[in-house]
């Protein structure tokens, strides 16, 4: 029956083309295409139902619901390639209402993915976390909705929680714990959060994973797999094939809670020496592959301004001490948090009343050798050093080819525009942003392709760090402030007295070389608004928006 009906789904898409509603928007060239349109739809409707009976028989689908995502993905994609290619048919950048017909298309379609993530739960829901994190690149149409998945998640019945308490306990939670509350107060994109309470009267988070998690992990892998590839063919530039099946084995073990436990417990011994950050303590006794249990910690998400500011902290404060742990992790103990998202990321008042980051959430995590530590503190260091020698020489130890690429990526800003302080920024250089905000997209996926694959880790946690400073209005430079953690990592890397006496030469000539950048643009915010006031608006924009040289 539910092939049946997604061909239903499908004729009904093509039935909806000829009424008012799209027709009061189209031109007459784009009216007269209506047939042929009608006739795609068809043929695709057709095509995927053979697609979803080759795909049933070689995925080996254990149930009707394992199908039903199938097809309740396949047709999303379907009627969000349609929706792009119809309505945009005939049209270019210049027509006129082209931008918010645009906009239009990018909400509905996002809506439609919250809805099937939201439907289909697990791996759907951790992808889709992942991409609303991208708002440097992605829509904000697309970013501002997806967030919603940070933790209005899947929720399960009663019933599936107690059955797992019985197949791994063989206990009701009532009976494991003195109260257990079945209303979840989170629910994440692999499990449900409950609160509950030990014997001894220990407030606790549970973690339940879902019951048929497991189980439907390799279908579901490979549903998104099969549509990323089919996405691969519609559209050229979208290619995330090579990703998935490189993080596959990251995000199996990601499925068994006692790793996740183990990871908690190394996070917090190699950031031991850093006062502001905290990880709950996890309880072993009522630990396992699919339940853990952690301390109860009251808090808040660390985008929650409201809350930071009614506790009276800065959020410059908050940004800094975020940066320096995960700086910490990059670029010093090498085992990488490459999930922390708002959601798993919390603020709260410590004993002494300064704000303590929390972080929840270990299952994902990635290991960076030394080497490549190295080599990427010291390839930071040449981006405010300007040395490209350097950056071309640390890049290829990277496994990267093209060093400007790769800063682009990591400072999440361009690298190549007028620098001469005494000038505003020329048509050429807006120009080029431009066009580098067009092109990103494929950059980024050409040069993470020729990373080693514990990088590709690095990058997701740049990115979700640099989406959280974003929320907060960027109140500190982010790239300057990870560059001098980069820098002061190199002596930690190159005990030893020589050693020490030459990064502190080294250093001296980082610190004047960000001096010298910061004065450069101080200099040329002065000099735009004084003798440029035509383009002043505009480039002051830019420069807000974190493209000014490092």
Known sequence: MLPLRFVRQS???????????????????????????????????????????????????????????????????????????????????????????????????????????????????????????????????????????????????????????????????????????????????????????????????????????KKRFSGDFGTILFLCTLAKKVHKNFDFTWTLRELRTDLQQELDFVNEGKNAERCSNDLRHLDYIYVPKVLWQYTNSRILTAE?????????????????FFIKEIDQKLFNIFAEQIFNSGFVHADPHPGNVFVRKNAKGKPEIVLLDHGLYEHIPQKLRRSLCQFWEAIVLKDRNKMQKYAHELNVEDYEKLAEILLQRPMEFNKDASKALTDKDLSYLQDMAKKHFDIVLNTLRQMPKNM??????????????????????????MARYAQYCLYKHDRGIVSYFKWIIRRCQFEFHLFRSSMQFWFAQCYVKLFNREKSKEILTLITAGVEDI
């Not at 109860?296 to 506790?311: A, L």
């Not at 590709?456 to 402030?481: C, E, M, S, Y």
């Open 11 to 213: 004729r009904h898409i093509g039935e909806r083309i000829g009424t008012k509603t799209f027709h009061s928007t189209i031109s007459n060239e784009k009216r007269a295409t209506t047939n042929n349109f009608r006739k795609y739809v068809f043929r695709l409707a057709y095509t995927s139902l053979g697609i979803a009976v080759t795909y049933d028989a070689f995925n080996e689908f254990q149930t009707i619901g394992s199908a039903n995502r199938f097809l309740r993905s396949l047709t999303i994609a379907v009627k969000n390639s349609f929706d792009y290619s119809y309505n945009l048919y005939g049209l270019s950048e210049e027509s006129q209402g082209y931008d918010e017909l645009l906009k239009e298309i990018h909400l509905r379609c996002a809506n439609r993915i919250l809805e099937g993530c939201m439907k289909n739960g697990g791996l759907y829901i951790k992808i889709g976390q992942g991409v609303s994190a991208i708002n440097h690149i992605l829509p904000k149409e697309y970013t501002n909705t997806l967030k919603k998945l940070e933790n209005q998640c899947l929720e399960r019945k009663p019933d599936e929680v107690k059955k797992l308490f019985l197949e791994d306990f063989g206990q009701l939670p009532e009976e494991v714990f003195s109260e257990f509350d079945y209303r979840p107060v989170a629910a994440a994109s692999l499990a449900q959060v409950f609160k509950a309470k030990t014997k001894d009267g220990q407030s606790v988070a549970v973690k339940v994973q879902y019951i048929d998690l």
């Open 296 to 312: 109860w910690i009251d808090g808040y998400k660390i985008t929650d301004i409201e809350s930071i500011r009614n506790d009276k």
């Open 456 to 481: 590709l880790f690095v990058v997701r946690n740049l990115n979700t760090v640099r989406a959280i400073a974003r929320n907060h209005g960027d109140p500190l430079d982010r790239p300057k402030h």
